[in-house]
């Protein structure tokens, strides 16, 4: 695949300035550093390394003091002719707003929140379900995690709709798009897809999947859970019918958030009770909300906005969607950094094999989370070493359950997971080579002197 295939569409941030150095290491990552209460916890007399960031990030100050901050004084469910329930709704109004910004939706209408991403499209695989008959075809790829597949599996069995599958090219863990050409035909009504990989960063072509599956006269479902920790989100841009994904993967609370061209949501029928709202976004969100965990997106909100202006270059009369677009955009670059020291890093260990894209010039197409297996160990034992030296990773198949099986690695435990995000320091990635360098010597496995990459 060439690179202008999966390459996302450039967006135009009027009032910002060049931010390629993203956040420097040195003073400036401290100060970003001291925005999260949590990094300052220590492990046998060092400070704890988190590299699990695509299981949850850690959240800043702003979002704490929000989510307290509502529970003392606004705590109440929504609608009430008194103080604190129209205070709740504020929040809410304010958060649909926020969210659509961050999303570069056209309207507040346009985006829902619900308990996680999971549950969010199990809601829209079933209202879409509704619309399906015996024989159409909804089309699912063998990188996504399980929660933007299984719920379509879930259709085959329910309502008779056939599964079709895009595969994997196993030597650098990209979608192939011929695979998924082959899939579409004159029955498909749906494609799901994630815009990147939650177990080795693969960052998908959307605009051209959605291109694709338009042409065939199908809708798109897009799983950007793991992309928008890391990269600036314009859903215009994607046009995707329906995109998802969860602010607790991007420095916030435990909450889904659900984006759906207004057509959409209109057009389908939710599943709800009977009094609430028929119009989007309340037709979408059933049964109370979280008022703490919307109150502490919107201190995450105000975090980014913060970041972009400090270090996005954006201005202090910027909007919102400027002020959260230049956040991303410092913060992808510094990631991109941070992803050319750990590729570096990771290759120096012995007997680590690193599957995905490892070439530096293509640090474009994939993120900073990278997933390796070591020659004599089970990917849990050395989760187990490193957590014991303080470093949070996960190791399994991180519901990446069609990636780890295509790769043959599902009996033998799946892959370690090592995933990085702004907050992370070069002297992160130091410290758990050596502690890897440690862990491989400490096995009398046989392994080669250096370590192998698999992708490409």
Known sequence: MSSDRNSQPRLELPGTRDVAGGIAPGEALSTVRAEFPALTRRHAGQTYCYLDGPGGTQVPRKTIDAMAGYLERSNANHEGAFATSEESDAILVEAHAAAADFLGASGPDEVAFGQNMTTLTFAVSRAIGRTLRAGDEVVVTRLDHDANVAPWLALEEERGVTVRWVGVREVDCTLDLDDLERALGPRTRLVAVGLASNAVGTINPIPRIVEMAHAAGAWTYVDAVHAAPHMPIDVAALDSDFLVCSPYKFFGPHLGLLYGKRE?????????????????????????????????????????????????????????????????????????????????????????????????????????????????????????????????????????????????????????????????????????????????????????????????
């Not at 020659?375 to 399994?396: F, K």
């Not at 043959?408 to 995000?421: C, F, I, Y």
């Not at 320091?425 to 698999?454: D, N, V, Y």
């Open 264 to 456: 959409r949501l209109e057009q389908l029928a939710a599943y709800k009770v009977r009094p609430a709202p028929s119009e989007p976004p309340g037709k979408w969100e059933t049964g109370t909300l979280s008022g703490e965990a919307i109150a502490g997106l919107l201190g995450t909100f105000d975090y980014l906005s913060w970041l972009g202006r400090e270090f996005g270059g954006a201005a202090e009369s910027a909007t919102r969607r400027t002020t959260l677009v230049a956040a991303m955009l410092a913060i992808r670059a510094t990631e991109r950094r941070l992803a050319r020291n750990a590729l570096a890093a990771l290759s120096e260990v012995p007997g680590l094999s690193l599957r995905g894209i490892v070439d530096p010039a293509r640090l474009d197409e994939r993120v900073p989370t990278f997933a390796f297996t070591m020659a004599g160990l089970t990917p849990h034992e050395i989760a187990v070493e490193l957590g014991r030296r303080g470093i949070a990773v996960w190791d399994g198949d991180y519901y990446a359950y069609e990636l780890i099986r295509t790769l043959g690695l599902a009996e033998s435990g799946g892959m370690v997971r090592v995933g990085l995000v702004h907050y992370n320091e070069p002297a992160e990635i130091e410290r758990l080579a050596e502690a890897l360098h440690e862990i491989a010597g400490s096995t009398a496995a046989k392994s080669p002197p250096r370590a192998r990459m698999e992708g490409a």
